[in-house]
């Protein structure tokens, strides 16, 4: 028996785990609250919540903790890697804060994660730009997280 069109749409486990890092990491740029205490709102509290501001309840949780710390611990090198990836004339705070959030969360993924291929996050990280904007930015995330991957792991992209 084949999937209904929206059962196909419904995202993995790990797709929601990478949303919900996107939303924690979003909110702790806010910075009105530390990204333990974030984390402990999304896998307590806000798995409960249905649409944009929730996680679901079976979203891969050690892949949203992993992505939500890694992307703070490593926030200065990987700032430093994507606004090196920018285009000219584009600065890291020229960039909306969710995208900036995107970005965090893709290079991570692309840097600390070599457990996931380089066109799976890229690919992952597009549809969640995909999923809160219809004009230019998920482009603009394909852009600079390829240009990432092109320094991180290069060798993977070849051939």
């Not at 992307?71 to 200065?76: E, I, L, Q, T």
């Not at 600390?112 to 690919?123: F, T």
Request: charged residues 25%; negative net charge.
């Amino acid at each position: 028996m084949s999937a209904t069109p929206a059962e196909r749409r419904l995202p993995s486990r790990r797709q929601a785990a990478r949303l919900a890092a996107v939303q924690a990491l979003y909110q702790w740029q806010e910075g009105e609250h530390a990204p333990a205490e974030i984390i402990e709102q999304f896998l307590s509290v806000r798995t409960s919540e249905a649409g944009e501001g929730g996680m679901r309840r079976d979203a891969d949780r050690p892949l949203f903790k992993d992505v939500v710390e890694g992307s703070v611990a490593h926030r200065g090198d990987l700032e430093q890697i994507v606004a090196a990836a920018l285009a000219d004339g584009w600065t890291w705070t020229r960039i909306d804060r969710l995208v900036r959030a995107i970005l965090l969360a893709g290079a991570y993924e692309l840097l600390h994660r070599k457990d996931v291929p380089v066109r799976v996050a890229i690919n992952e990280y597009v549809e969640i730009a995909h999923a809160f904007y219809d004009q230019g930015e998920p482009s603009f995330v394909n852009s600079v997280l390829d240009r990432v991957a092109r320094q991180a792991r290069a060798s993977e992209l070849t051939g």
